[in-house]
């Protein structure tokens, strides 16, 4: 969806109370930045989206949905305190004026505002409510704004926030298929996969055995009932059972180790095409995530997995058995009557004509739906991730959902009824021509009656049925298991993706005592999120000495998580170089690179499983220094509270913890790994102030061999900072120490530090 349709969620476009509400919620800068506009598509999760700009669209679209109460949890935690200003009077104050809101909020400037008329602490679960007459209307109210704000603001009014140029702002590209025939490539790699020359070998002898005790068991079934002795001979009689049930007993082994080597191999072939899919993902760039949605990963772990585990095996082992049995039916049947091939040339010719025509349309059904398949899953994911906000929005939203789902479902049924329509129509024509086959031989054998022997003409009677039938289960299962190697191909797609660092195939490994020093040198970096997309780090260049403490300020969409980005090598750089202790990090592998760094991320996952393996998953710390972690970040306690403490079990997404406490836990992981460079992305944006206040005690005694680079929109977290560096669209407009750029009365970071009222606190 567009960050439009996000807004939008299902009510109609009004453009002029669209308009005031994206400036209202401080949304139009950040439109202008995109390239195309609120027209840009957002990935799963918000992935190309700040943490701000995720709640300021969530924002905006709680105010464009008119309700008459809005619960509004942190919104403003994740923007700097301009905007925070800004947001407070323009939106809540102004355009909410008329409505019930419930803020949630750590910000002591809007608590201490005239413009609340109920104010809740909450301690311990406790609820304290102070409720007082408010003198001042809310639409009345202002926060202190700073006049550069105001000026940025004005500049924007009238301006259209979308730009037509859509398809710059797409994310998500519609899901490639194949055209054609399956490749060969594709053939020939299953065929590896599932032992290559040596398994077909040992087919094919099982197979040929198979075939010598049938034709034996008949042979001597054929023996013994010709015996012309006068008299019953059990000795005889017993002998001739013995003989016989050893060759049946012979065929029922070879029937049994067919079997078993298909399904042994078949099972081989789709473990590895599992392996080598799922080690191509896990080693895939984050762009890829971005740009394919998880129904898409989904359905080739699900329903293409499902075929090559189930389907394909089994087609491949009966086309093999059906080959081996037709040509030597065919075999024997030209060898005892030659005029059999005459009529056997032109029936080949005709079905392999027929099955051409069938494959070509039916492959690609077989692909559409598959590619049809993908959007339901990655539907359903996403309703599953926003069912709260769904609900929240009511019963119309709801329907809506259900509306898309349905389309989607029925979009990807046309598609199985097309598949299911195309095989009936094929399967007809098959069964018609084998019957036209087989009339026209039982009918040159009634017109050749008397020139033929009875048993001549049982005999070709007989063949015609099996080698018809033979022929036409032939090219059934042939063209049954081309249809079915779409998913291989589909899997090996996945399976070629092209790793992180591969566009870097020459790399150095630094010395073991890398980093010896904790500098950063950025020189001129340029990144970007996908390959010829826009720059959101346009040229950047600063220093960083060892164990520095940097603060990082700006905007949200200024590029601050960005950097940190390009610091781990997520994406590689358009241009530019970063060197850490003098060390270009794009010659190094990733993984020392990323096992040197330390980060505590906006937004937290905590993996399924212990406590204890996700703070420390390789074993190499005591319980003792654990619970010193925990203890340095002020969360031994609620730890102790847990049934099982250590062992206790996360939930999906660490959700049984709230983001500050996860947060804090990413802390603890830095705090045991003792890493030379530590990143906070926003890592105080979830907790009370009195916490913050202990955390960055807690860096200032634990991380004094450490060089900390802290993003932050709270400007208190980063005022003890050794320097500030102030970034604004994806440059760096100021850098040095929080007093030198006081000192200036002018720039960005004053005008955020007198916003927040820090000019007298601290300077």
Known sequence: MTIRDNILFGLPYDMEKYSRVVAACGLLPDLKQFPAGDATEIGQKGVNLSGGQKARVCLARACYSDADILLLDSPLAAVDAIVQSQIFTECICNLLADKTVVLVTHSADIIASEAANVKVLVEN??????????????????????????????????????????????????????????????????????GGVKVCVFLFAVLALWQGFQIGSDLWLSHWTGQKNGSYNQDEAAYNMKIYSLLGAGAAIMVFAR????????????????????????????????????????????????????????????????????????ATAVYTMNFVGVLIIPLVWIYVTIANFYLAPSRDISRLWKVSSSPVLSHVTQSEEGVVVIRAFGQ??????????????????????????????????????????????????????????????????????????????????????????????????????????????????????????????FQDVVFSYKDGGQPVLKGLSFNVRNNEKIGIVGRTGAGKSSLTMALFRINELVSGRILIDGVDIATMPLRTLRSSLSIIPQSPVLFKGSLRAYMDPFDDF??????????????????????????????????????????????????????????MDEATASIDHTTEKKLQEMIKRDFQNATVLTIAHRLGTVLNSDRIMVLSDGHVVEFDSPRNLVKNGSGVFYELAREGGYLEKKF
């Open 396 to 521: 119309d939203i709801i329907q809506r959902m259900f509306n898309e789902n349905f389309i989607r479902n029925d979009m990807n049924s046309r598609c199985w009824f097309a598949s299911t329509v195309t095989q009936q129509w094929f399967q007809v024509r098959m069964q018609l021509i084998g019957c036209g086959g087989v009339f026209v031989v039982v009918s040159g054998l009634v017109y050749l009656r008397d020139y033929l022997s009875p048993g001549l003409v049982g005999l070709a009677f007989t063949y015609a049925l099996s080698v018809d039938s033979g022929l036409a289960s032939l090219v059934q299962l042939w063209s049954l298991m081309e249809i079915q190697m779409v998913s291989p191909e589909r899997i090996l797609e996945y399976s070629s993706i092209p790793a992180e660092g591969s566009s870097r195939p020459l790399v150095i490994e630094p010395n073991a005592s890398w980093p010896r020093s904790s500098t950063v040198q």
């Open 622 to 679: 005591t319980d003792a220094d654990i619970w010193s972690a925990l203890e340095k970040v002020d969360m031994k306690s609620q730890v102790s509270a847990l049934e099982g403490q250590l062992a206790y079990e996360l939930s999906e997404n660490g959700e049984n913890f709230s983001v500050g406490e996860r947060q804090m836990l990413c802390m603890t992981r830095a705090l045991l790994n003792r890493s030379r460079i530590v990143v």
């Open 259 to 330: 079997s078993a080597t298909v399904v042994v191999v078949g099972l081989r072939a789709s473990s590895h095409l599992f392996d080598n899919m799922t080690l191509s993902l896990l080693r895939a760039p984050l762009r890829f995530f971005d740009a394919n949605p998880i129904g898409r990963i989904v359905n080739r772990y699900g329903d293409d997995i499902s075929v090559v585990d189930f389907s394909l095996p089994f087609i491949f082992g009966g086309f093999l058995v059906t080959f081996f049995f037709t040509v030597c039916k065919l």
């Open 125 to 194: 679960g406790t609820l304290m409510a102070d409720r007082r007459d408010v003198t001042v209307p809310r639409r009345s109210y202002t926060l202190p704004m700073s006049p550069r704000s105001a000026k940025d603001d004005s500049s924007h009014d009238g301006e259209d926030n979308t730009n037509t140029n859509r398809d710059a702002g797409r994310l998500i590209d519609d899901e490639g298929r194949e055209e054609g025939r399956v490749s060969k490539e594709v053939f020939l790699n299953y065929f590896n996969s599932l």
